[in-house]
């Protein structure tokens, strides 16, 4: 079962916006077992708009659960979202009180019959020990959710984020962060994440500023949400191509460019040739860390391009040496490349 992955925007009754920099969203779709909220506000019509909007974009369900919400009609109510890539329960004290375990643990139950086969997590206060001082039923939520999506928005929280990872107990930790709570130390913690996991969910999409924004659009360039085992499989994929463009020991650089700097700018200059939905499509991560070449080398542009008309067409990118969008990669690469050995060297 595969836990969202990339950067996800929280969103609550904001209307269909531009997703740039983002990997997804998480939409609200309910309150308890209702789909209109306390002050009238429908859900369904501003899910359904979502999903006309970004049909490809995986969009995650979710819904605030309160110590009164019958476990039955909160399944249906989220369920009723209809083409949700996952759901989210956001368990947090209300008014002084909070949601039973008993309820969690029915409601969980009913929407795996609903929609069988979709992941399920649950979002609420930073770390355990936090939650279980607002009676959040923190272990059931745990026991039966595939992942957890902790609240790590002030600076106190960001101080306790390895206890929050450590509190899932190996299951999948989708942390949550505020930028407009936490402005100086957000996006250190972005990174980490990203570094970490492969994924952050950012509150919330209408309290984003348009620099945080661009903040996170960069992020998104600079790495890439793949598991282990994904980038395992590419980096067998273009090692061998990459060596080729590497004329010395991979592993110091020779006297070209480092093998882990074409690999990384090869996945930035290609990724717009393919699909939203292959495992390259992400972009690479963080080049300048990475480098280790001399600014005055210089790749073979020929090379380059014959080298990746090959890589794509064995993804099955039907692509030629001659293609415009072959050029067009070899330029991107190459920019990549250079721009961040002129980074390095500065």
């Not at 309820?103 to 139950?109: C, F, G, K, S």
Request: charged share 20%; glycine share 8%; aromatic share 8%.
């Amino acid at each position: 079962m595969d836990v969202p992955a990339g950067q996800i925007a929280w969103v609550w009754t904001e209307p269909p916006s531009d997703l740039t920099g983002f990997d997804g969203a998480l939409v609200k779709v309910a309150d308890g077992g209702s789909n209109t909220s306390g002050n009238g506000f429908p859900y369904l019509p501003n899910w359904a708009a979502w999903h006309r909007r970004h049909p490809r974009v995986p969009l995650g369900a979710w819904s605030f659960v309160y110590p009164t919400t019958d476990p039955a009609r909160g399944a249906r109510a989220l369920a009723s979202a209809g083409g949700a890539a996952y759901y989210c329960l956001d368990v947090e004290d209300y008014q002084g009180a909070t949601v039973g375990w008993r309820t969690i643990d029915a409601l969980v139950a009913a929407l795996r019959q609903l929609d069988p086969g979709k992941p399920i997590g649950f979002s609420t206060y930073a770390t355990r020990a936090q939650a279980m001082d607002h009676q959040v039923p923190w272990d059931t939520c745990l026991r039966v959710c595939d992942f957890s999506s902790p609240q790590v928005y002030y600076g106190y929280q960001l101080d306790q984020l390895a206890q929050a990872v450590r509190d899932a107990k190996g299951k999948p930790v989708l942390t949550s962060l505020s930028p407009a709570d936490s402005p100086a130390r957000w996006d250190d913690a972005a990174r980490a994440e990203l570094d970490r996991a492969g994924t952050v969910v950012y509150w919330r999409l209408d309290t984003l500023s348009a620099p945080v924004r661009q903040a996170i659009t960069n992020l998104q360039e600079d790495f890439m949400a793949l598991s282990s085992d994904d980038k395992a499989w590419l980096t067998g994929l273009l090692d061998d191509k990459v060596r080729m463009l590497d004329h010395g020991d991979p592993d110091v650089g020779g006297h070209g460019y480092h093998h882990q700097v074409l690999y990384d700018a090869i996945r930035a200059g290609t990724g717009p040739l393919l699909d939203d939905e292959s495992k390259t499509a992400a972009l690479g991560s963080k080049i300048v860390e990475l480098l280790q070449a001399d600014p005055a080398e210089r790749i073979d542009e020929q090379a380059l391009a014959q080298h990746l008309a090959e890589i794509l067409h064995t993804l099955g990118v039907p692509v030629t040496i001659a293609d415009a969008d072959i050029q067009r990669a070899v330029a991107g690469v190459l920019e990549r490349a250079h721009l961040t050995v002129d980074a390095a060297a500065e």
